[in-house]
């Protein structure tokens, strides 16, 4: 079966294929040729997975799922949530100089300052239109921010966040370890389960 995953992540999409197995097809984006931006400007990851999955459905009539991310931090209410990729650029924006994650993590370590109540989470949500219905699946991995940043493997805010049972933040953890217990390994899993039983 050919499913699509709507993303230019080739590295996202060669690990999903490989967890899918020979009974799917999956095309990205590129394979498409879907060069705009996809809309995802809801408040919520819920909507933005729904939109970008809904959006792709609607242009080309072909099932297709889309995720989205967000670390979730209890003492900032949830922040930066959806806004995980742009935090340090919204509102007032600080560190304009530096690379965004680097500025994102420097204004999280901030806004945590003096807070020792750090616990936090990633969540993902996986919105998929099979055949003109919706499903979702959703993975979440529980943690805490870190007091400083340590590690430089993994991406985004790797450095700060250490799952719950671990000594070492997700840029310290070897590769393999992180995408076996990430909230995007847990959401994936869901969805593959949900397409074996079909
Ligand atoms: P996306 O929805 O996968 O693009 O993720 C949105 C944002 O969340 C990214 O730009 C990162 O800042 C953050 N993020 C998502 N997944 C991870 C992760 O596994 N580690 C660290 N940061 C992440």
């Given at each position: 079966m050919e499913l699509i995953f709507a993303t230019n992540n080739r590295h996202k999409l060669k690990e999903i294929s490989a967890l899918l197995g020979d009974n799917y097809t999956l095309l990205g984006l590129s394979d498409l040729d879907v060069s705009e931006k996809i809309p995802e400007?809801?408040?919520t990851l819920e909507e933005n997975a729904s939109q970008k999955a809904w959006y792709i459905y609607n242009k080309f009539k072909r099932s297709c799922f889309a995720d989205d991310t967000g670390l979730e931090v209890t003492a900032l209410n949830?922040?930066?949530?959806?806004y995980s990729a742009r935090y340090s650029r919204?509102?007032?924006?600080?560190?304009?100089?530096?690379e965004p994650a680097a500025g994102n993590i420097r204004k999280l370590l901030l806004e945590m300052?003096?807070?020792?109540?750090r616990a936090a989470q990633f969540r993902t949500v996986i919105a998929l239109v099979l055949n003109g219905t919706e499903y979702q699946f959703e993975g979440v991995v529980k943690g805490e921010i870190a007091l400083s940043s340590s590690g430089n493997?993994?991406?985004?805010y790797d450095p700060v966040f250490r799952p719950e049972?671990?000594?070492?933040t997700f840029a310290l953890m070897d590769l393999s370890l992180k995408n076996r217990i990430s909230h995007r390994a847990r959401a994936i899993n869901k969805l593959i389960e949900f397409l074996k039983g079909m």
């Open positions: 400007d809801h408040e949830g922040a930066p949530g959806v919204i509102g007032h924006p600080v560190f304009p100089e530096m300052e003096g807070i020792s109540g493997m993994g991406f985004g049972g671990y000594n070492e």
